[in-house]
């Protein structure tokens, strides 16, 4: 029984490797027949020096002929690549000039973005053709990409800061961390005042917090989304279950709930009328009596009840239906005047410091108010002790920002989230 000579380097050549792993296959296929021969009664646990020995060579046979398979692979393959190389070239000649090009693209594109930025930020970086390109190796693509991850940005919202990864930046060029987003669209799904989601006017999809809502809160959304742009509107008449019935899942005057399996009907919004016809209903009918006691209106699409405060004919219902708070028609399909005169002048002396003659000729002019500028003011300017009120969500602050055009007041949540 021979031992196993020392492993050396073999030449690349593939018939020398294939003599070799044939040798080799043939010397492990006899030391298979010499140990099934070789095998005999010892004590468990304690087998003789011949057998340790015989095993040790099985094994080191195993192993070299493994190595030596591997080689003739590696060769294989370096031998396929050195005959395809300029074929290889020339194929990956296009892909390089394009990831070159969308370097350069990513580079004039931050550049702009920093120059956006600078009052937020630090200064901005310019980028010239004789600019170092970006780094193809994979080292150098990782190294820029930690760096960018290792910045840091404040939240718009909530003011705290956080790295890039967690922050999203909207079109409007506001920040928000991922947490005050998610928050502001699981809101919308409850408030039809913040659907669809938006900051600064411009609306905010739902693809860039997707991966952060879970499928409940998505589903939610989506079943929103529906909801608040239905216009007349049926809920379930079960008033535990009180879940949107979506325009599908409505038959004639017949809705029916896929939460509780209610009921509803479609027309007076109560519990489905069997084999009968829908009745007058006597709290509606005393409840409209008092609507036209109290010169309320109603919405033609959603049949909400309204009431006009302060401000123009020109109404907007919660389901984004507009139309005359004076004859309740669609906006523009009437006569009617813009302002009552009572509820004009009523306006004009709530706001402060100011003529009342000059406020009514100011509101008359801008009826159509698209808030371009907005001015802080502070409580403390009047008295030490006052708190202004938000004219739309009607909660008091110590500091609000008035429009520079109609001096509507408004909170930082609502200039953000509820401007249309």
Not at 326 to 354: F, M, P, Q
Not at 393 to 412: G, T, V
Request: net charge negative; proline share 4%; glycine share 4%.
């Amino acid at each position: 029984m021979s031992s196993t000579a020392v492993i050396t380097v073999v030449a690349p050549q593939p018939s020398i490797l294939d003599d070799e792993i044939t040798a080799w296959s043939l010397q492990l296929e006899e030391a298979g027949i010499h140990g099934l021969g070789g095998k005999g009664k010892f004590p468990a646990g304690s087998p003789p020096d011949s057998t340790i020995a015989f095993d040790n060579f099985h094994s080191e046979i195993e192993a070299h002929l493994s190595f030596l398979r591997d080689v003739k692979l590696a060769h294989s393959i370096a031998l396929a690549v050195n005959t395809d190389a300029d074929a290889i070239a020339e194929l990956a000649g296009p892909e390089e000039q394009a990831q070159d090009d969308r370097d350069f693209a990513m580079h004039l594109s931050d550049f702009i973005d920093d120059d956006d930025d600078s009052n937020e930020v630090g200064p901005s970086a310019s980028y010239s053709a004789g600019a170092p390109q970006a780094p193809h190796t994979y080292t150098g693509r990782q190294a820029n990409a930690f760096e960018k991850l290792s910045q840091e940005f404040d939240c718009s919202v909530c003011f705290e800061t956080f790295h890039a990864s967690s922050v999203v930046s909207l079109e409007c060029g506001d920040r928000y961390c991922l947490g005050c987003l998610k928050n502001l669209f699981v809101r919308a799904t409850r408030d039809e005042t913040l659907f669809p989601p938006r900051c600064c006017r411009q609306l905010i999809a739902v693809t860039v917090v997707a991966n952060e809502l879970t499928r409940a809160q998505l589903n939610a959304f989506k079943l929103a989304e529906t909801e608040f742009s239905t216009g007349d509107r049926t809920y379930c008449s079960n008033l535990r279950c009180a879940s949107f019935i979506p325009p599908p899942d409505v038959m004639a005057d017949k809705a029916f709930c896929t939460q509780c399996g209610s009921e509803t009907c479609a027309i007076c919004k109560g519990e489905f009328h069997k084999d009968t016809d829908c009745p007058y209903d006597p709290a509606l009918h005393g409840t409209l009596a008092l609507a036209d006691e109290e010169n309320w209106q109603r919405c033609y699409a959603c049949r909400q009840l309204v009431e006009l405060d302060v401000g123009c004919n020109h109404m907007t219902c919660k389901c984004g239906a507009q139309f005359c708070y004076i004859c309740g028609n669609k906006w523009k399909t009437c006569k009617c005047d813009l302002w009552s005169e009572n509820r004009l002048y009523t306006r004009a002396h709530e706001v402060l410091d100011r003529r009342v003659e000059h406020i009514t000729n100011r509101l008359r002019a801008n009826a159509e108010c698209t808030h371009p500028a907005w001015n802080v003011r502070g409580a403390m300017d009047r008295d030490e002790h006052a708190r202004l009120q938000c004219d739309m969500c009607r909660r008091n602050f110590q500091e609000l920002a008035s429009c520079a055009q109609c001096d509507a007041m408004a909170c930082r949540d609502c200039r953000r989230n509820q401007m249309r």
